[in-house]
Every structure is written in structure tokens, then in C-alpha cells.
């Protein structure tokens, strides 16, 4: 499968973005990335109107193949459209331009 079409199926749908972490799984099987729950307000409930077990259910496959993938990730910066392999990630985080700097 090419490297593009396995992105778009990890992807979480609701910020676009390849999960670094956690990923959740409605009742029905529809993902989102640990962060998007996190966001989520009142019952938690699906952006798709199902609900969502407590605790949640893991997709732990999909983790798995985001975890050993060679798949670029877009640095998670509002406003920066950097996209590197997992492994020079996390240097870019560090200086990337769009980051929060203390003043």
C-alpha cells in the first residue's frame, strides 16, 4: 500500500494528524487521536454520535502500525507544515519557529 493511502486510514479525522500516542475507538469502531478526546466535553460522545466505552477502547493495531511505520508525521505546532519521520520529530518540536516560547 502506498505510504500517502496508509496515512489517510491513521489519520485522526477530526485534526488531521497522526497520533503520537493513544488512540480511541467508539463503539463502533471509528478513531480519534488521544488529544481530540481529550478535547471532547460532556459525555465524550463520538464526533459521529456513537458512544464511547469507560475507559475507552484502544486500536491498538493501528498504534502499533503508526509506531513501526516509516510514515511522515506533521509537527504538532499550530501554524507549522513541517512533515519528518517520527525519529527527527521531536528535535524539529524543540526549535520549530511556531512553538511557545516563555517570555
Not at 1 to 10: C, F, H, N, Q
Not at 47 to 63: H, I, L, S, T
Amino acid at each position: 500500500m502506498e505510504a500517502d493511502k496508509l496515512k489517510s486510514y491513521l489519520e485522526c479525522p477530526i485534526c488531521f494528524l497522526l497520533p503520537k500516542s493513544k488512540i480511541f475507538t467508539c463503539v463502533n469502531s471509528h478513531q480519534i487521536c488521544e488529544s481530540c478526546y481529550d478535547k471532547l466535553t460532556g459525555a465524550r460522545n463520538c464526533p459521529q454520535g456513537c458512544d464511547y466505552d469507560q475507559p475507552p477502547r484502544r486500536a491498538r493495531v493501528c498504534e502499533a502500525l503508526i509506531e513501526n511505520s516509516d510514515l511522515e508525521h506533521c509537527c504538532s505546532k499550530p501554524g507549522c507544515e513541517v512533515e519528518l519521520k517520527k525519529s527527527r520529530m521531536a528535535a524539529h518540536e524543540l526549535n520549530c519557529i511556531f512553538r511557545t516560547v516563555p517570555c
